[in-house]
């Protein structure tokens, strides 16, 4: 019997241990974070970083307006495009008169705005509301693809008062993320950041007052893995399976290999169709041409293995040495395979 042989009852030991690592993760559930998902959140867990209120010095003989931004919902992030929606109040509040802050735009908006307005008539020309309903864009950093996490803004401009004259000032009072907001398909960190600052347009030698509101969303990094990464370390696995085969059984090897390098490919192209073609290498880049690596290198070991034992029909033995070469890769390779992909993991992302 095959288990009779005390040599040969490890591969065993490795098969249960593979088929164990397979399916734990169906007995697993997400862990939780300190994220918001669809859990809702709490006022008193939002964090603010908001800008300073600048100097009454700096402010003097400027209109001034503060701003505040509360935010209803956001979603239907493209990672192709950038894109995404997003549905909030905003509030502006008269420091100095007379004020007209109703000419705004917002300058990350991919369309033309329209603008529901829900000022209380008792408070014209104080306190302005509105409620916004809009696509706006953003520039997403991939790099750590599929674990990435992006900053979502809002950017607010008037439209015809330079800062020499008008100015914002962003207000933690009036801003927030509402309890019931969701993210579909992503976590929602707590946090919201307001800025000012003054942006220039120097070809007309003019710079305006700039509002900048922003979040922050990550995708969950027990999806991310078990959805992005979790089938190709299954994919390479199973090639890895040929290390457990005889030398003898080179061309089977050669087989499997070849299969699992094909399967890596096209698995790749499927991983990275979400995404535009950057000019940079993602997480899920660097990781699959790690995997294309250590498929190549036991492809390599299964044709070096053919070509010595073929050696044989024409006069000459290397089978003493096609044995050492087996016995010496078919642990070391698998080995350094699962280290190198914690190394990578550890470098590029961090524990």
Not at 101 to 115: C, G, L, Q, Y
Not at 135 to 142: A, I, N, Y
Request: aromatic share 14%; charged share 20%.
């Amino acid at each position: 019997m095959f288990f009779s042989n005390m040599r040969k009852q490890w591969i065993l030991l490795v098969v249960l241990v593979v088929l164990s690592f397979g399916v734990t993760p169906l007995y697993l559930s997400s862990p939780s974070s300190g994220l918001v998902s669809q859990t809702g959140l709490r006022a008193e867990d939002i964090v603010f970083n908001f800008q300073p209120r600048p100097s009454t010095d700096e402010l003097q003989g400027r209109e001034v307006v503060k701003i505040g931004v509360y935010l209803l919902s956001l979603g239907n992030l493209d990672t192709t495009t950038g894109q995404y929606t997003v549905d909030f109040f905003l509030k502006f509040i008269c420091e100095t008169t007379p004020c007209d802050p109703t000419k705004f735009d917002i300058m990350n908006a991919t369309a033309k705005v329209e603008p529901d307005d829900q000022t209380d008539p008792e408070d014209q020309g104080k306190a302005f509301y509105y409620r916004i309903r809009t696509s706006l864009q953003t520039d997403l950093d991939l790099r750590k693809f599929p674990f990435d996490s992006h900053e979502l803004i809002i950017e607010i401009e008037d439209i015809n008062k330079t800062d020499d004259k008008f100015v914002y000032v962003v207000d933690p009072a009036q801003s927030g993320i509402d309890p019931n907001i969701y993210v579909a398909g992503w976590d929602l960190e707590p946090y919201i950041e307001g800025v000012t600052r003054s942006h220039e347009y120097y070809v007309y030698s003019e710079s305006y007052s700039r509002a900048r509101f922003a979040v922050r969303i990550s995708h969950p990094w027990f999806s991310s893995f078990m959805k992005g990464l979790f089938a190709a370390i299954v994919i390479v696995g199973v090639g890895m399976l040929s290390f457990l085969m005889n030398p003898a059984e080179s061309q089977d090897r050669i087989a499997l290999t070849s299969g699992t390098l094909a399967s890596a490919i096209f698995y790749h192209m499927t991983l990275t169709s979400s995404i535009p073609p950057v000019g940079y290498l993602t997480y899920a880049d660097r990781f699959m041409i790690l995997q294309y690596i250590f498929i190549t290198v036991s492809l390599a070991v299964s044709v070096t293995l053919f070509m010595l034992l073929s050696a044989e029909k024409r006069g000459s033995d290397y089978r003493k040495l096609a044995n050492q070469l087996h016995v010496s890769t078919r642990v070391s390779i698998p080995l350094l395979w699962v280290f190198s992909m914690v190394g990578l993991h550890y470098i590029t992302i961090g524990f």
